[in-house]
């Protein structure tokens, strides 16, 4: 089949004109392919993020041809996977050499090259992964991913238990896939399933930095609730830094809560977490930024006893704890405990609130005869406290004047 669409013809960029025109590629009769997500993406009529590209010729062969063609080469970090990166007309492009898999531990593959797209296609884990893209629109399949990306079907290339053994971190791209591009939850192969839960283990050895990427876009796809039951069932859990009775019957109800509502990946998650200890050892384990430990910790604190007022200022507790808070990023925490909740009508009131300022100063309370520091505290906390009552209306000229009776 040849591809032809508008995502297709954009790709066509001034940069990709050269590296594929008469100078480079085609004069030195290699060839080059479009591989992977991109294939991918454009099937599904998707405009790719990123664009790698696999060809014939080897690292050396690229370097050369694009020395000699004057073309600038940036950071050579991927060259002993094959992998050159050339910048034409403002654009990189990440160009890898098709190769085998020799020697691989579960983590790592040593590779060798070869000419042979059928046993590059052959090393990549998912079918839907695995297809490449001629530049004319050729599509090269060797593995039926065009049919399984119509049908919705996530399956490994060949074995399951090879793929997965080669590098067990597939295990979540396999849960990553099938919330991308599922219809619906329980689609899976039964052999499949046994594959995985037989590797399981093999998690254990794969770095937390790794897994967190992953695991955070598990998150944020479709199927969430069903995919991580399957990480409970299929004895995943344990191994990626998830506590062993996650509390499923609460990230149900968060599940559905959040629906619509763009959380953060940690604000999911933390629904599994019964105590803050559970944070903690997901810290230890995935290594996460402080920011995400701080937002799962202080959800775990907040979200049963910090809830909406009833009376016609539902809101108010809320505002009084980001007025009463000396961190920074309070509001955004804030914002996320409300989709925690499924509180949808109070995010979009809360997103629109502006903290509203203090008007009254020390220097205010200086010029009104207050000198020591210990009253000055004093006063501004007061007045703060009637500012507060005052749902933040009150200006400087009634608070000081209310200093005065005080």
């Not at 599940?255 to 599994?272: D, F, H």
Request: proline letters at 3%; hydrophobic letters at 35%; a neutral charge.
């Amino acid at each position: 089949m040849r591809l032809q669409n508008p995502q297709f013809e954009a790709l066509f960029t001034p940069g990709l004109r050269s590296v594929a025109g008469e100078k480079l590629f085609e004069k030195k009769n290699y060839e080059l392919r479009i591989a992977g997500g991109a294939v991918r993406d454009l099937l599904s009529g998707m405009t790719p993020q990123d664009i790698d590209f696999a060809t014939t010729a080897t690292p050396a062969e690229m370097k050369e041809m694009f020395t000699s063609a004057g073309v600038r080469l940036i950071n050579n970090k991927g060259e002993k996977h094959g992998t050159i990166t050339a910048r034409l007309h403002e654009q990189n492009f990440e160009i890898t050499t098709l190769r085998i898999d020799v020697v691989t531990d579960g983590r790592h593959a040593e590779v060798e090259f070869t000419t042979d797209w059928e046993k590059d296609a052959e090393r990549r884990d998912l079918t839907v992964n695995s297809m490449f893209l001629g530049l004319d629109g050729m599509l090269y399949d060797f593995f039926n991913g065009y049919e399984d990306l119509k049908n919705k079907k996530i399956r490994f290339v060949g074995k399951a238990s090879e793929r997965i053994q080669e590098d067990y971190l597939r295990i979540l791209r396999y849960f990553r896939f099938y919330g991308r591009i599922a219809e619906k939850p329980g689609d899976h192969e039964p052999s499949t399933l046994q594959a995985i839960k037989e590797n399981a283990k093999g998690l254990a050895g794969i770095s937390g930095e790794r897994i967190w990427v992953e695991l955070k876009k598990i998150l944020l796809g479709n199927h969430v609730n069903h995919l991580v039951r399957l990480m409970y069932e299929l004895g995943i859990a344990q191994y990626i830094g998830l506590p062993l009775d996650g509390n499923l019957e609460e990230f149900d109800r968060v599940t559905r809560n959040i629906q619509n509502l763009c959380p953060k990946p940690m604000t999911v998650l933390t629904s599994l977490f019964k105590v803050k200890d559970d944070v903690t050892n997901l810290d230890l384990r995935l290594k996460i930024s402080k920011e995400e430990k701080n937002l799962g910790l202080f959800l775990v604190k907040h979200r049963q006893e910090l809830t909406k007022a009833t009376g016609p200022e539902p809101l108010r507790p809320y505002q009084d704890f980001i007025m009463d808070s000396r961190e920074a990023n309070t509001n955004s925490k804030i914002c996320e405990l409300l989709k925690y909740q499924g509180e949808e009508q109070l995010l979009r009131e809360m997103q629109e609130w502006t903290v509203p300022s203090f008007p009254v100063s020390g220097h205010d309370l200086r010029k009104m005869g207050v000198s020591s520091g210990k009253e000055i505290g004093a006063a501004l906390q007061q007045l703060r406290d009637e500012w507060k009552k005052s749902g933040f209306h009150m200006d400087k000229e009634e608070l000081l004047s209310c200093l005065k009776k005080l």
